[in-house]
């Protein structure tokens, strides 16, 4: 079951990363990013006061978010700094990339957290696992070829600095996620997270983005900002009730979520017409096959 959940994540970040790079286009980042926020905190929001009024409403269900102390708040808390930090640099790598690009580089994040999850939580791969990580690295190193061709380069490019880092802390957050799990309950993780990254974001856009608004990119209101809230949260629900199961390893979900570049990899071929597609399809089965052994190896 936590592996289907894995790939219905899958399914649903390859869209979330499909409007975010619609949202994104000739826009200002850090009010989309706050918007963001904003509605997922919207959609939390209502579940958190059902469950505080009337608990007996939710009582028994996956939706109902437990009352919880400072003690695990404060892990909540660090948990939204860490994905707003990824999110930052990822949203301003990807306004400035192709979606891909950004799409496999994203896909090699669960590397990092097989590397952590092997260190930390002493999880272990079988042949078939190994096989499908393997796939994942020679993938990355492959479409740092296919970028030269449109003149990006992989070394001296900040905004792939950008994506780099957020994949970074992606895979700490997810590594982080493993850890939450076995000892907070997932709805009081993801809807109290997002909640503080409102809070978390307000000074940010008061501070940095309002003073300077009229020196950068205009904002303008786009509705995929809206979609961009309703995938994530949908994505990271089946993502964090797989993780609470019984048996689920955050290493191969963390793997199977990264299939979502599928999804983004069409979008950026069919909607957005980028280019040198035939070098990249190449990196994308890599991506396909590493998650058919990953399957295998997880049944």
Known sequence: MWLVLAFVSALLLGFYDAFKKQSL????????????????????????????????????????????????????LLKSFIVLSSWILGYFGMKHLPLTIVGPINATRPVMVL??????????LNLYQWIGVSLAILSFFMLSLSGKKEGIDFRHNK??????LAAVMGAV????????????NPML?????????????CPIIALLWWPNRKNSTPFRWKWTIVCISLFLCAADFAYFYSLSLEGSMISIVS?????????????????????????????????????????????
């Open 25 to 76: 286009k000739d826009n200002a980042v850090l009010p989309v990013l706050f918007l963001n926020t904003v509605f997922s905190s919207l959609v939390f929001l209502p579940f958190i006061i059902v469950s505080h009024l009337s608990p007996e409403t939710l009582q028994d269900t996956v939706f109902m978010v437990p009352e919880a102390g400072w003690e695990a708040h404060k892990y909540i």
């Open 159 to 164: 905004w792939i600095a950008c994506i780099v």
């Open 255 to 299: 793997m199977v979520r990264r299939g979502s570049v599928v999804v983004s990899f069409l979008f950026g071929a069919l909607v957005f017409r980028e280019k040198n597609l035939k070098s990249k399809v190449i990196d994308l089965i890599l991506v396909l096959i590493g998650m058919f052994f990953l399957y295998l190896g997880s049944e």
């Open 115 to 124: 590397i952590g999850a092997l260190l930390l939580f002493g999880e272990r």
């Open 173 to 184: 957050s997810g590594l982080y996620d493993k850890y939450l799990m076995t000892r907070l």
């Open 189 to 201: 993780v993801q809807s109290w997270y997002n909640v503080y990254q409102v809070g978390i974001m």
